[in-house]
Nanobody
């Protein structure tokens, strides 16, 4: 089982980016999926989380600018980021709790490798 994030890049302040993260492998079920970020010299922070049923939760610092969604058929989570600011510059990581098809697996957290988002003029 692995998570693969994509969609990062360089964008000007006020611009938008859409991150994607797809889970693949021997998957039985994906429960919650979410996004975190880590800026240089700072701790990793949680940004958003969405349940399998589509209930989303975002931290206050990104509410109104970011939105999270998922496609359960594709085991993919998205982070739409609008009105980006220089302080949004960070490596963005996806996270998911996945139960594999391996016998006896009760599930665990998986992390993607991260995708760089740079907001600069």
């Amino acid at each position: 089982v692995q998570l693969q994030a994509s969609g990062g890049g360089l964008v000007q302040p006020g611009g938008s980016l859409r991150l994607s993260c797809a889970a693949s492998g021997n998957i039985f079920s994906v429960t919650y999926m979410g996004w975190y970020r880590q800026a240089p010299g700072k701790e990793r922070e949680r940004l958003a989380e969405i349940t399998k049923g589509g209930v989303a939760d975002l931290v206050d610092s990104v509410k109104g600018r970011f939105s999270i969604s998922r496609d359960n058929d594709k085991n993919t989570v998205y982070l739409q980021m609008d009105s980006l600011k220089p302080e949004d510059t960070a490596v963005y990581y996806c996270n998911a709790f996945i139960i594999s098809t391996n016998q006896g697996d009760f599930g665990k957290d998986y992390w993607g490798k991260g995708t760089q988002v740079t907001v600069s003029s």
